[in-house]
C-alpha cells in the first residue's frame, strides 16, 4: 500500500504541469471566470434546448396568438403565467423568441469569430514568420482592412448579395480577421527571433513545421485572449446588422431584430425592449468576463484588458506582498 | 594532412544590411559581421574561438551551421561545399553539423515537453518514431547526465545546466560530426560551467566529435581547446596551437586580452602587468581602415591606417601559429603573467 503510494506521488511529480494545466488551475481559482463560465453554459443549453422549450410552452418561435398574446388595442401582453417575458405586438412569446435568438447569436458569434481566428493566425503568421514583402503585402492588407467603413461595407455586400445569415458570418469575419492577424504577426515577430526556433531550424525543421509546432502553441494564449474577447463583439454587430434590417431575415428571431421591432413600443411594452436586450446584455458581459479570466490565467504577468477595482486591488496587494514576478 | 580537415572556411564574408523604407526597403548601410574569415578544423580537435562581444564569433557560428547564409566566400564541410544544397542535402548536412547555444532558456520551447524537445531530431529526419522514439531519448538523457524519468516535464522544470544538458542531447541525437557550441557555458554558475565542459569532453571521446567552442572566457578556451582563434570586428587576429598562443600572443589585441583575464592566484595577479585598451571596441558598421584595431592599438603607425594586415606566421612560429599585424609582439614583449592568464583557474574536476 505505501508502496504504490510512493510510486504515485513520484509518477505525478514526474509527469509535470505543463503550462495548459497551471492556467487551468489559476482559471478556476477566479470566481467571476468561473461564474461567466457557469453563465454561457446556461445560455448555450437554453438556446440548444430552445425547441424543447417552446414545445413546453406550446409557443412556436413565429407563432403569433392575436387573442391571448395582445390586448384589445392591437398592443403586446405583460410578462406572465402564460408568457413568463410578455408577448410582442404580434402576439409572440418573448421567451421563446429571446432562446431562439440565442441560438443565431452564438452561432453568429462562434462561427465568425472562428473563421476570423483561422483566417488570421494563417496570414498573420505568414507574415511575421517570412517578413520582407511577403509581411509588406499583408500588413497593408490588415491596414485596409481596418480602415474601412464597415458598416457602410455591410451595406453595400447586403443590397448586393442579400440578407442571410452566411453573409452574415462571412462580414463579421471579413471585418475581424484583420485585427487578430495583427497580433500574431507581432507575437510570431518576437518569436521567431527565440533561440529555440533556431535551434529547430539547424535540427532541419521545415518551415511549416516551424511555424506550427515551435512558434504556433507560444502564441496561442494571445490568440485565445482575443477569440474570446471578440466572439462578444462579433454577437454586438450581428445585432446591429439585424436591428438596421441587415443581417438576420425576419421570420427568424434575432435579438437586433427584435430590439428595433422593439423601439417603437417602448412606451408601452418595456419587457418588448428588456427580453433581448438583456439577454444580449448578460451575454456579452459573460463572455468579456470570461475573456478577463483567461486572460488572467494564461498570462498572468500581464496588464489587464478591463482592469476592474478588483483586479487591481488584488494586483496591489501582490506587488505589496512581493509576491509574483 | 588535407584530409583530416573536417570544415575549412575559405574567405567568408557576413554582412547584414540595414534597410530603410516601407515599400522599397532601400539598403542604407551594412553590418560587417564577418568580414573574410579563412579557418581549418581538423577532425577530432576543439577549435576555440575567442574574442569580445559583437566581434561576430556568434554569426560566424550561424554561417557554419548553414542557419545565415554567407554573403561571399565558401564553407567546405568534409570536403563538399555547404552552399546551395537541395532540400534533401541540406537535411544530410544538417544530420552533421549540430549546435549547441548559449541561452539554456531561450533555446528550449517552453511550451513543449523535454521528452518531444530531444525526440525532435528523429522526427524531423523520420528516424524514429513511437516507443523507439522515447527509447532513444531516454538513452540520450541517461548519457548526458539527466533522469530518464523526466522525459515528460517541461524545460521550465530543470535548472539552467540541466537545461543545458538537454541542449546537448538534442544537438547529439544525429551523431554529426561536428559540434558547434556557442557559448555554451556563458550563462551558467562557475560550478555548473565545469560539469557541463566535462560533459562535452567526454562526449567527444566517446562519439568522436570536433568542436567549434565559441566563448569569452580565456579560462574556459584555454582549457578545451587544441587551437584557438581570436577575433575582433568580423576578422581573425590571431591563430594557433592554444599553449602557444597563450605564451607567446603575437597580436597586441590577443596580448591585451590575456593580460585582462583574472589568474586566481594573488600573487601572480599582483606581479601582472595590464595592458589596458582604450576607447570601445568601433561599429562595425563602420570597420576602421587598414588593420581594424589600429584605433585602439598601442602600437599603431600610418602603415596599420593604410595596409590591411595579411594573416602570417611571425618571428619564425610554426606555420599555424598565424597573426594578422604589421607590428607583431616579440617574445621579450609578452607581459609578465599573461602567459599564467586563466592557468589556474581550471581545476575542473
Redesign the interface.
Given at each position: 500500500m505505501a508502496m504504490t503510494e510512493t510510486r504515485a506521488i513520484e509518477g505525478r511529480s514526474i509527469e509535470g504541469r505543463g503550462p495548459w494545466r497551471l492556467a487551468w488551475e489559476r482559471l478556476r481559482r477566479d470566481r467571476v471566470a468561473l461564474g461567466a463560465a457557469v453563465v454561457i453554459v446556461v445560455i448555450v443549453v437554453l438556446a440548444l434546448a430552445a425547441p424543447l422549450i417552446a414545445d413546453w410552452f406550446g409557443h412556436g418561435p413565429a407563432q403569433q396568438f392575436r387573442k391571448e398574446g395582445t390586448t384589445e388595442f392591437g398592443l403586446p401582453v405583460g410578462p406572465s403565467g402564460e408568457f413568463w417575458f410578455g408577448t410582442d405586438n404580434l402576439g409572440r412569446d418573448l421567451l421563446v423568441r429571446t432562446l431562439y435568438g440565442a441560438r443565431v447569436s452564438l452561432l453568429v458569434g462562434v462561427a465568425a469569430t472562428l473563421c476570423a481566428t483561422v483566417i488570421g493566425v494563417v496570414v498573420g503568421m505568414t507574415a511575421g514568420y517570412f517578413g520582407g514583402k511577403v509581411d509588406s503585402v499583408l500588413s497593408r492588407a490588415m491596414d485596409v482592412v481596418l480602415s474601412m467603413p464597415y458598416l457602410l461595407l455591410a451595406l453595400v455586400l447586403v443590397a448586393v448579395f442579400g440578407p442571410s445569415l452566411p453573409l452574415t458570418i462571412f462580414v463579421i469575419a471579413f471585418f475581424t480577421w484583420a485585427s487578430i492577424a495583427r497580433v500574431v504577426r507581432g507575437q510570431t515577430l518576437s518569436a521567431r527571433e527565440r533561440e529555440y526556433v533556431e535551434a529547430a531550424r539547424s535540427l532541419g525543421a521545415s518551415d511549416r513545421r516551424i511555424m506550427f509546432v515551435d512558434i504556433l502553441p507560444n502564441i496561442v494564449a494571445p490568440v485565445i485572449v482575443l477569440a474570446t474577447v471578440l466572439i462578444p463583439l462579433a454577437i454586438v454587430f450581428e445585432s446591429v446588422l439585424s436591428f438596421l434590417g441587415l443581417g438576420i431575415v425576419p421570420p427568424t428571431p434575432s435579438w437586433g431584430s427584435m430590439l428595433s421591432e422593439a423601439i417603437a413600443f417602448y412606451r408601452v411594452a418595456w419587457w418588448y425592449l428588456i427580453a433581448p436586450g438583456g439577454a444580449l446584455l448578460l451575454t456579452t458581459l459573460a463572455f468579456n468576463l470570461l475573456g478577463d479570466g483567461v486572460r488572467d490565467a494564461l498570462d498572468p504577468r500581464a496588464e489587464r484588458l478591463f482592469a476592474t477595482r478588483r483586479n487591481r486591488r488584488r494586483r496591489s496587494l501582490r506587488r505589496r506582498s512581493g509576491g509574483g514576478r | 594532412m588535407t584530409e583530416d580537415v573536417l570544415l575549412r572556411l575559405t574567405d567568408v564574408v557576413k554582412h547584414f544590411p540595414i534597410r530603410r523604407g516601407?515599400?522599397f526597403?532601400k539598403e542604407v548601410a551594412r553590418v560587417h559581421a564577418v568580414d573574410g574569415v579563412s579557418l581549418d578544423v581538423r577532425r577530432g580537435e576543439t577549435l576555440g574561438l575567442v574574442g569580445e562581444t559583437g566581434c561576430g564569433k556568434s554569426t560566424l557560428a550561424?554561417c557554419i551551421?548553414?542557419?545565415h547564409p554567407v554573403t561571399s566566400g565558401e564553407i567546405r564541410f568534409d570536403g563538399e561545399p555547404v552552399d546551395g544544397l537541395d532540400r534533401a542535402r541540406?537535411?544530410a548536412f544538417?544530420?552533421q553539423?549540430?549546435?549547441v547555444?548559449?541561452?539554456p532558456y531561450?533555446?528550449?520551447?517552453?511550451?513543449?515537453?523535454v521528452g518531444s524537445i530531444i525526440g525532435?531530431?528523429f522526427v524531423?529526419?523520420g528516424i524514429a518514431d513511437g516507443p523507439e522514439r522515447r527509447r532513444r531519448v531516454q538513452e540520450l538523457m541517461e548519457l548526458v547526465g539527466l533522469n530518464p524519468?523526466?522525459?515528460?516535464?517541461?524545460p521550465a522544470?530543470f535548472s539552467g545546466g540541466q537545461r543545458q544538458r538537454i541542449?546537448v542531447a538534442?544537438a547529439i541525437a544525429?551523431r554529426p560530426k561536428l559540434i558547434v557550441c556557442d557559448e555554451p557555458v556563458a550563462a551558467l554558475d562557475v560550478s555548473i560551467q565545469a560539469q557541463i565542459i566535462n560533459l562535452l569532453q567526454d562526449l567527444q571521446a566517446e562519439l568522436g566529435l570536433t568542436y567549434v567552442f565559441i566563448a569569452h572566457d580565456l579560462s574556459v578556451v584555454r582549457h578545451v581547446s587544441d587551437r584557438v582563434a581570436v577575433m575582433y570586428l568580423g576578422k581573425v587576429a590571431e591563430c594557433g596551437a592554444t599553449e602557444r598562443l597563450y605564451d607567446t600572443p603575437r597580436h597586441p589585441y590577443t596580448n591585451a586580452l590575456l593580460s585582462a583575464a583574472t589568474v586566481a592566484d594573488p600573487d601572480v595577479s599582483a606581479r601582472r602587468e595590464r595592458l589596458v585598451l582604450a576607447g570601445d571596441v568601433p561599429s562595425p558598421v563602420r570597420p576602421p581602415s587598414g588593420c581594424r584595431f589600429h584605433p585602439r592599438c598601442p602600437k599603431a603607425d600610418e602603415t596599420c591606417v593604410a595596409q590591411e594586415p595579411p594573416l602570417e606566421p611571425k618571428f619564425g612560429d610554426a606555420a599555424e601559429h598565424t597573426a594578422a599585424c604589421h607590428h607583431p609582439v616579440a617574445d621579450d614583449e609578452v607581459l609578465v603573467g599573461s602567459g599564467d592568464a586563466a592557468k589556474e583557474v581550471p581545476r575542473w574536476r
Open positions: - | 516601407v515599400f526597403r550561424r551551421t548553414g542557419l541540406t537535411l544538417r544530420r553539423v549540430q549546435m547555444f548559449q541561452d531561450g533555446s528550449l520551447n517552453p511550451r513543449r515537453r525532435d531530431p524531423i529526419h524519468e523526466h522525459y515528460n516535464r517541461f522544470e541542449g538534442r544525429l
